[in-house]
């Protein structure tokens, strides 16, 4: 009787979630945790499937087998993320590595470093509102696109990839950057703008609902870019080498399981996280970042890597001064996880 109270408080456990919170370590996987257990709090940027690798170390137990009871908030913007970080509501963030240089050159005593990338492609998608087989960047000139936030990855992004292609983004089109993030697609079912850079599951819905067309993927025409990275504030890794390392060891874990499995089998792990999405568009949108190599064989942020980063931030006008790489950058938890 005391074993099957206990496995249904277990089963509770798991499906709560809260206003975006969801209590997900030790809910799944076969991981046994440790008797310290370190209780985390992990704010992502957006609670996406291009983020596969991180909901597969949750699903699979990955971070309950270093010990961690994980509480992953969504904070819906980096800008959002950041703030939590800096405010003590979350230890650790997920989100686009450009937020800590904004933080950093903003003068933050306590400013917040990177030791994880997750991704090396762009995630988002240029959705058209009509088939184009044959479609190139220069069919945006003239166009109303439904970008993304001033300042954040995927808008600087679009406008790097235009800008490669000849095209200025002020000038020879127009971005809206007015919709709040989440709610592009719903504007361009309604009849907003030509084309529309959407994330998954974004642009796969407006394809299955007849209300657009993927046109071209960010990710492989701009190339390798730090997409999104994990970060803490250099105060609190000082302090917690060893719970950096414990998360970071779990998070190559989940990478280690995307390089070695199928898309099908990834997106029935993760399918917990997402039960408002059917296991037959799971698995498209899954194979569509699988295929263009959207994730990184290790979490190591090369400088490299960095250096385009910045240049990035540049060519928007968004870069007010060059912070060092080994000020804002720490590999030595990537490296040591990689050789596990």
Not at 92 to 103: A, Q
Not at 248 to 259: I, R
Request: charged share 25%.
């Amino acid at each position: 009787m005391k074993k099957h109270l206990f496995r249904f408080f277990t089963m509770l456990v798991c499906m709560i979630t809260v206003l975006g919170i969801s209590i997900v370590s030790g809910c799944s996987g076969t991981g046994k945790a440790k008797h310290d257990s370190i209780k985390l709090t992990l704010n992502e940027v957006a609670h996406s499937i291009f983020y596969a690798p991180m909901y597969v170390a949750i699903q699979e137990g990955y971070f309950q087998e270093e010990g961690i009871v994980l509480t992953l908030v969504t904070g819906f913007g980096a800008d959002k993320t950041m703030t939590a970080v800096l405010s003590g509501e979350a230890e650790i963030g997920f989100m686009g590595p450009e937020t800590t240089v904004y933080t950093y050159n903003e003068g933050a005593k306590d400013y917040v470093v990177n030791f994880a990338q997750l991704t090396q492609r762009a995630g988002n998608f240029l959705v058209a509102r009509e088939e184009t087989p044959d479609f190139t960047w220069t069919d945006l000139k003239g166009k109303e696109v439904l970008g993304g936030r001033k300042g954040g990855m995927p808008e600087m992004i679009f406008e790097y990839i235009l800008r490669q292609n000849g095209i200025d983004p002020q000038t020879d089109l127009t971005i809206d950057q007015s919709i709040d993030f989440g709610s592009t697609a719903a504007a361009f079912s309604g009849g907003k703008g030509d084309f529309s850079v959407e994330f998954e599951p974004g642009a796969t819905s407006l394809e299955l609902e007849g209300n657009g067309y993927v046109a071209a993927s960010l990710g492989i025409d701009s190339g390798y870019v730090p997409y999104t990275a994990f970060s803490a504030k250099a105060e609190y890794m000082k302090k917690n080498p060893d719970v950096i390392q414990k998360f970071t060891n779990a998070l190559q874990k989940g990478l280690n399981y995307v390089q070695n499995h199928t898309p099908e089998e990834i997106a029935e792990v993760i399918a917990p996280q997402f039960k408002e999405t059917d296991s037959e568009t799971l698995t498209t949108i899954v194979t569509r970042y699988y295929e263009q190599d959207t994730w990184k064989e290790d979490l190591i942020f090369e400088e490299s890597s960095y250096e385009l980063l910045l240049d990035i931030l540049s060519d928007s006008e968004e870069l007010s001064a060059e912070p060092p790489y080994k000020n804002l950058v720490d590999t030595s938890f990537a490296e040591k996880a990689a050789k596990k």
